[in-house]
């Protein structure tokens, strides 16, 4: 069976929302999938993970910082962390061979909305010469949410879409 790491950052719960619905989707395929909070997620990644997804909120066109986690939990969030995916990526060695996809979630999908997946791309690309070509994007209707209808299912359908592509499968 293989295994899938998903790290995610969340201020108000909607990206840990979407990566247990693409957990969901995973599982659907056979794959084992565990889902950590940047702030409980190992920095020393464990052995035989086939696949890892990293995901986080869009804020400020990119990644969230210090200032724009404190702003968030000030509207409402529920998360107060000290560190986010922006950190975690800095501490943690992702083996080259280990496949990554992103996914983000974000309030439009205009060009205006940018994108904290590609942010962490371009962050792995920098630092590590490494292309990520799987990258998934999900609609909140508002900075706290909820979810736009039907996101759960399609970050489901992106989890099992994941699942047959690590395995070998064509996508269905
Ligand atoms: C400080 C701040 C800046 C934000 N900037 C953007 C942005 O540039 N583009 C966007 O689409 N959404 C933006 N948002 C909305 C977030 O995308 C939304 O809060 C997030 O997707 C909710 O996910 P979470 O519940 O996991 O934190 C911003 C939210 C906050 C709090």
Same mark, same amino acid.
């Given at each position: 069976m293989n295994t899938a790491l998903i790290v995610i950052e969340s201020c108000s719960g909607n990206t840990r929302l979407i990566a247990e619905a693409v957990a969901a989707g995973l599982k659907d395929g056979g794959t084992d999938a565990r889902v950590f909070d940047v702030a409980q997620a190992p920095t020393a990644l464990p052995a035989g993970i086939d696949l890892l997804i990293l995901g986080a909120p869009t804020h400020n066109r990119g990644l969230p910082t210090a200032a724009t986690r404190a702003q968030a939990h000030r509207q409402g969030g529920t998360t107060a962390s000290s560190g986010g995916m922006r950190e975690w990526l800095a501490r943690t060695a992702i083996p080259a061979a280990l496949p990554v996809a992103v996914f983000d979630t974000v309030? /439009?999908?205009?060009?205006?909305?940018? /994108?904290a997946a590609e942010a962490i791309a371009k962050a792995l690309r920098r630092g590590r010469g490494r292309d990520t070509a799987v990258v998934g994007s999900f609609l909140v209707q508002g900075q706290s949410g909820?979810?736009?209808?039907g996101e759960e299912t399609s970050a489901r359908a992106w989890g099992r879409a994941l699942e047959d592509s690590t395995s070998g499968r064509s996508a269905r």
């Open positions: 309030t /439009s999908r205009t060009w205006l909305s940018g /994108s909820p979810l736009a209808d």
